[in-house]
């Protein structure tokens, strides 16, 4: 169980670090940001005061959490990874299909709230400055993206993997073409 940064340089290794850093900015804004609108005892709005703020930040809070540890695991036991019984590229595209749902869902759900704040503090006659929330939401609408990335280049790494569905190996052989038919 080495160092081996060479897993680093595949398309699924180099998108877990790009999750990592936008996973970072994406909670870090929402969370960091204050805007200047009157609350109704003199305090300004923090992330707390938006609705569905807080589950857009345990989401991404675990993503980081979730893909600095898998980040680990590629680089000191990506060996171990691939000698598992099970199809370790199928757990990753499971993972990442329901992960790419939850930050779609979570970017809505707080998109969606800082819509109900703004509607809100406009009827009551204040003009607000909501842009940190709203880059937080850009950012996890682009991190969104970058996880329906890494399901394309996990599914591209399962179907080369030449593992079938009972968990047998199967080496593929490029030097003779498959066959394709279509039905129409």
Not at 27 to 42: A, H, K
Request: aromatic share 16%; glycine share 10%; charged share 15%.
């Amino acid at each position: 169980m080495g160092l081996d940064l060479g897993a680093l340089q595949r398309p699924t290794g180099a998108i877990k670090v790009l999750l990592v850093l936008l996973a970072i900015i994406a909670f870090g804004t929402v969370v960091d940001f204050q805007t200047t609108c009157p609350r109704q005892y003199g305090h300004h709005i923090d992330y707390k005061g938006v609705p569905h703020s807080e589950f857009f930040v345990a989401i991404y809070v675990l993503l980081f959490l979730i893909e600095g540890g898998l980040l680990v695991l590629y680089t000191f036991a990506m060996d171990a990874l691939m000698q598992m019984n099970a199809n370790w590229w199928l757990i990753e595209l499971i993972y990442s299909g329901f992960w790419s749902f939850m930050m779609l869902l979570s970017s809505c759900l707080l998109s969606d709230g800082i819509t109900y704040v703004d509607h809100w503090y406009a009827d009551q006659g204040h003009h607000c400055d909501y842009t940190g929330w709203k880059f937080g939401v850009a950012v996890g609408f682009i991190a969104f993206f970058v996880m329906l990335g890494k399901c394309w280049y996990t599914f591209k790494e399962l179907r080369d993997s030449g593992m079938s569905s009972d968990g047998s190996y199967t080496p593929l052989d490029d030097s003779e073409p498959g066959e394709v038919t279509v039905s129409v």
